[in-house]
């Protein structure tokens, strides 16, 4: 085994080791529901789907799991703000995060757990640390005692007391024991909705947020598992307070590596939902509404174009540098397909079934070349998941293949033997970034509007331009040309004709 993964809990890359023998369980802190879920909340999906896939590649069974928080204060507000039942709220939004996670090709989660529906594991769990002596109650109310638990604050070298001003729920009540004490069980308020009230031993409430993922966690996954991920911003208190809970519960190691992505900015400016400051670009910043203006592979390109532990950069820009990039691959591979004659998005042929015998100079140096790229592809991966540097390979590739065809001359020739090797690349390519998500199908070409007869208008406007040009009219069809590139209509004039694309 060589992948290496970044333990936040040790601050080292370490070798991979699962805890049991070709399986991994992971476990990823998901959506809070009382708001639509804007690009940053994308980035988690993103990147755990590509650290699911690259292990199933490495024939690892893998388990998923994500989970929605529907119990919480902020959505018990934003609910009575709206004048809607608490749940039904929940429901709406998390539809439409599933919904845009499945268009951004994150398809792999096992698990969805919600709150809501695991109270009795958390109510579980709670009692398991009142049993150990590890929490206590007050009116209602149940804390986890911090001074018992004498390596708490082991992830980010913070002290108990810190917990006080970085607690989510904001409950500081002179009848906890300590300052750093956080909330396993809040009682309910008379004002509370009914949906937000739950029946337990120690009285009508609902659970902290903390307890709510190590309590799902372990239902899932055991006692121990592998990879527990999130945002930078969950280390403290939310995941500093889940190894508490859980370890103290247990006696066990919660989760044996900690995986944290950076946080997404907007104009190098943190997005959260709760910045007031970022409020006005909020919403178009919603999934929803940036999936409606954006092809989704190339928000997820944008997302795998950085390392998952740096910070991901959104803007104008960026999303332009990444429709860029992806393009030079999707223009490669629509090369591959007029040279071959083969569907690339189907590859049936990879390098590693081409001989040496076979091919001429050029051909032998394309696949020893290709063969070291893979290499160094599963290299990247293997270290710490850095897809960035793996795109990088992706570039190599594509940037080897198109020299190819131009040194073979290959759409012009017709001998067979260069296009099956042309065609193993392209299969090599496609697989490769399908590890990343990447190149899974065919781009859909969207114009805007009712586009039922937009191409043909567009076959007519290069018909024109062709005419133009034959009447030696150059300046009508440049400005043809000029015009549909504006209107991101990309026309490339080759042997055959003209070809046209949506970008």
Request: with cysteine.
């Given at each position: 085994?060589?992948?290496?993964?970044?333990?936040?809990?040790?601050?080292?890359k370490e070798l991979f080791e699962s805890v049991r023998p070709g399986?991994?369980?992971?476990?990823?802190?998901?959506?809070?529901?009382?708001?639509?879920?804007?690009?940053?909340?994308?980035?988690?999906?993103?990147?755990?789907?590509?650290?699911?896939?690259?292990?199933?590649?490495?024939?690892?069974?893998?388990?998923?799991?994500?989970?929605?928080?529907?119990?919480?204060?902020?959505?018990?507000?934003?609910?009575?703000?709206?004048?809607?039942?608490?749940?039904?709220?929940?429901?709406?939004?998390?539809?439409?995060?599933?919904?845009?996670?499945?268009?951004?090709?994150?398809?792999?989660?096992?698990?969805?757990?919600?709150?809501?529906?695991?109270?009795?594991?958390?109510?579980?769990?709670?009692?398991?640390?009142?049993?150990?002596?590890?929490?206590?109650?007050?009116?209602?109310?149940?804390?986890?005692?911090?001074?018992?638990?004498?390596?708490?604050?082991?992830?980010?070298?913070?002290?108990?007391?810190?917990?006080?001003?970085?607690?989510?729920?904001?409950?500081?009540?002179?009848?906890?024991?300590?300052?750093?004490?956080?909330?396993?069980?809040?009682?309910?308020?008379?004002?509370?909705?009914?949906?937000?009230?739950?029946?337990?031993?120690?009285?009508?409430?609902?659970?902290?947020?903390?307890?709510?993922?190590?309590?799902?966690?372990?239902?899932?996954?055991?006692?121990?598992?592998?990879?527990?991920?999130?945002?930078?911003?969950?280390?403290?208190?939310?995941?500093?307070?889940?190894?508490?809970?859980?370890?103290?519960?247990?006696?066990?190691?919660?989760?044996?590596?900690?995986?944290?992505?950076?946080?997404?900015?907007?104009n190098t400016k943190k997005i959260s939902k709760s910045d007031a400051?970022?409020?006005?670009?909020?919403?178009?910043?919603?999934?929803?509404?940036?999936?409606?203006?954006?092809?989704?592979?190339?928000?997820?390109?944008?997302?795998?174009?950085?390392?998952?532990?740096?910070?991901?950069?959104?803007?104008?820009?960026?999303?332009?540098?990444?429709?860029?990039?992806?393009?030079?691959?999707?223009?490669?591979?629509?090369?591959?397909?007029?040279?071959?004659?083969?569907?690339?998005?189907?590859?049936?042929?990879?390098?590693?079934?081409?001989?040496?015998?076979?091919?001429?100079?050029?051909?032998?140096?394309?696949?020893?070349?290709?063969?070291?790229?893979?290499?160094?592809?599963?290299?990247?991966?293997?270290?710490?998941?850095?897809?960035?540097?793996?795109?990088?390979?992706?570039?190599?590739?594509?940037?080897?293949?198109?020299?190819?065809?131009?040194?073979?001359?290959?759409?012009?020739?017709?001998?067979?033997?260069?296009?099956?090797?042309?065609?193993?690349?392209?299969?090599?390519?496609?697989?490769?970034?399908?590890?990343?998500?990447?190149?899974e199908r065919r781009p859909a070409a969207k114009l805007a509007g009712?586009?039922?007869?937009?191409?043909?208008?567009?076959?007519?406007?290069?018909?024109?331009?062709?005419?133009?040009?034959?009447?030696?009219?150059?300046?009508?069809?440049?400005?043809?040309?000029?015009?549909?590139?504006?209107?991101?209509?990309?026309?490339?004039?080759?042997?055959?004709?003209?070809?046209?694309?949506?970008?």
């Amino acid at each position: 085994m060589t992948l290496r993964v970044y333990n936040t809990l040790t601050s080292e890359k370490e070798l991979f080791e699962s805890v049991r023998p070709g399986e991994v369980g992971v476990y990823l802190c998901g959506p809070t529901v009382y708001k639509p879920s804007h690009i940053g909340h994308a980035v988690g999906p993103v990147i755990f789907d590509v650290i699911k896939r690259y292990l199933m590649f490495k024939n690892f069974k893998v388990t998923w799991v994500v989970n929605v928080t529907d119990v919480e204060d902020k959505l018990i507000a934003e609910a009575e703000a709206q004048g809607r039942d608490m749940l039904e709220l929940a429901r709406d939004l998390e539809r439409q995060y599933v919904d845009a996670m499945g268009a951004l090709g994150v398809r792999n989660i096992d698990y969805m757990p919600r709150a809501s529906e695991h109270i009795q594991e958390i109510i579980d769990h709670i009692n398991d640390l009142i049993e150990r002596d590890h929490a206590y109650v007050v009116e209602g109310d149940v804390y986890f005692d911090v001074s018992k638990d004498e390596d708490y604050g082991k992830l980010t070298n913070r002290r108990p007391d810190d917990q006080e001003s970085g607690t989510r729920d904001g409950l500081v009540k002179a009848a906890k024991r300590n300052p750093g004490d956080f909330a396993l069980w809040k009682a309910a308020k008379p004002n509370e909705p009914a949906t937000a009230k739950y029946k337990a031993p120690w009285g009508v409430g609902q659970p902290g947020w903390h307890i709510e993922c190590s309590a799902m966690a372990m239902k899932y996954l055991g006692q121990t598992f592998d990879i527990h991920g999130g945002g930078m911003d969950l280390k403290f208190p939310h995941h500093e307070n889940e190894i508490a809970q859980a370890e103290s519960a247990t006696g066990q190691v919660f989760a044996r590596y900690w995986m944290h992505h950076g946080l997404t900015r907007f104009n190098t400016k943190k997005i959260s939902k709760s910045d007031a400051e970022m409020a006005k670009v909020m919403e178009s910043l919603q999934i929803t509404n940036l999936l409606n203006r954006h092809d989704p592979e190339v928000l997820r390109f944008l997302i795998l174009q950085s390392h998952y532990r740096s910070p991901i950069e959104f803007s104008d820009e960026v999303l332009k540098a990444a429709k860029t990039g992806l393009g030079t691959f999707r223009r490669l591979l629509e090369r591959v397909e007029r040279v071959t004659n083969a569907d690339p998005y189907k590859p049936e042929l990879q390098i590693e079934r081409m001989r040496d015998a076979e091919l001429d100079p050029r051909g032998r140096d394309l696949l020893d070349e290709l063969m070291h790229l893979r290499v160094r592809f599963l290299e990247e991966m293997d270290d710490d998941f850095n897809t960035a540097g793996a795109i990088a390979v992706l570039f190599e590739i594509a940037n080897a293949m198109n020299k190819y065809i131009d040194s073979a001359k290959l759409e012009t020739h017709s001998e067979e033997t260069p296009r099956n090797m042309l065609r193993a690349a392209g299969g090599t390519l496609v697989s490769l970034g399908n590890v990343l998500g990447l190149f899974e199908r065919r781009p859909a070409a969207k114009l805007a509007g009712d586009d039922s007869k937009l191409p043909q208008l567009v076959d007519l406007l290069v018909e024109v331009r062709k005419l133009s040009r034959e009447a030696k009219q150059y300046a009508i069809g440049d400005h043809i040309r000029d015009e549909l590139t504006k209107l991101g209509v990309t026309l490339e004039d080759g042997k055959d004709g003209t070809r046209w694309r949506i970008e």
